[in-house]
């Protein structure tokens, strides 16, 4: 017995080389032609074709498919579906189309089939080669259409010899279809929560890496200021040093003696203390004229006399400094 019309069919469109030749690679045919003639065996209502198929992007490929009828339920009318094998089946899933009409449409926002007709099914969604495979796509689809029908269809058309069977086999078939619909309804409900929660979840681990931040700028300012509150405090200690050494002089300053708490080391440091002294108080006095002759207390002329003066008098404890410190005797 030779081989049957759809395997010389397949044979003849695989191994063409002329202008109608296949888009498939040559070290693919072999397993699309096994893959190809198992689905026609198990399911005879549906036979091979080649068409052009144009894809998403504009592109147009030869392609093997295999289309026709699929009964999926004896309470339900057949299926007119199209399988178009992709260009690198078998490791891309094949497209799956069914055949709408004006009279026949799909059921709108069904779980496994888009408004285009094309099927969406989770066994090509989760496709592997070597374990997926033609006749389990078409398996699946019989099982899944059985008991969620993609079109609308009349159901008086349906014949049954027992009409409390029909009610019931109807009853049991809308039943699965609504739980499909709340299992689709669910999932796409728990998808959604775990975006939102993923969502979330970025944001608190940006939150706790600006808290680390913050902590970790908080901690090295508190090193800081535990340094400069040691340094504070080894000058306190020599600061209470310095009193308890000169504390008979502290004692004799508020009693209104004349001996002084800080007394210079010799008379060119005291010279230099009593410059010091002499020019920081001419520059209190001028600040003190500026803001006389600003309120009006005194007249511009007096201003000018007593400023003339107080220059004058102050050059001459600055020269002084210089000379005996040099120029650098603002720095003491």
Same mark, same amino acid.
């Given at each position: ?22 888009? #498939? ?53 057949p299926i007119s579906l199209t399988i178009w094998l992709h260009q690198c ?39 592997? #080669? ?48 609504l739980l499909h619909c709340d299992v689709v309804a ?147």
């Open positions: 017995m030779g081989p049957s019309p759809s395997t010389r069919f397949i044979d003849a469109a695989l191994f063409n080389s002329g202008p109608l030749a296949l888009s #498939y690679r040559h070290e693919l045919k072999w397993i699309i032609r096994e893959h190809l003639i198992n689905l026609l065996n198990d399911f005879p209502s549906l036979t091979p074709s080649t068409d052009t198929f144009t894809h998403d992007d504009g592109t147009s490929v030869r392609l093997l498919n295999a289309g026709g009828e699929l009964h999926v339920s004896p309470t339900k009318p089946y078998p490791c891309i899933p094949p497209l799956v189309f069914l055949s709408s009409t004006s009279n026949n449409p799909v059921v709108p926002h069904h779980p496994f089939v888009d408004a285009s007709g094309a099927a969406t099914l989770p066994y090509l969604h989760n496709w592997v #080669y070597p374990r997926s495979n033609l006749v389990d796509l078409v398996r699946n689809l019989v099982r899944i259409f059985s008991q969620h029908f993609p079109f609308f269809f009349p159901s008086c058309n349906l014949v049954f010899s027992n009409p409390f069977l029909a009610s019931r086999r109807e009853a049991l078939d809308r039943l699965v279809g669910l999932q796409a409900q728990a998808e959604q929560d775990i975006e939102d929660l993923t969502t979330q979840q970025g944001m608190l681990m940006e939150r706790a890496t600006m808290v680390a931040t913050i902590v970790e700028g908080l901690e090295i300012e508190r090193l800081s200021l535990k340094r400069k509150a040691l340094k504070m405090a080894e000058g306190a200690d020599v600061i209470q040093n310095w009193l308890r050494v000169n504390d008979q002089n502290s004692i004799a300053a508020f009693s209104g003696e004349s001996l002084e708490a800080f007394e210079a080391a010799d008379d060119e440091s005291k010279q230099v203390l009593e410059c010091m002294a002499a020019n920081h108080a001419i520059d209190d006095v001028v600040y003190a004229l500026d803001r006389a002759l600003e309120e009006g207390v005194i007249p511009f002329g007096v201003y000018l006399k007593q400023v003339r003066a107080l220059a004058k008098e102050q050059f001459i404890h600055r020269a002084l400094l210089v000379k005996l410190r040099g120029s650098n005797w603002l720095n003491l």
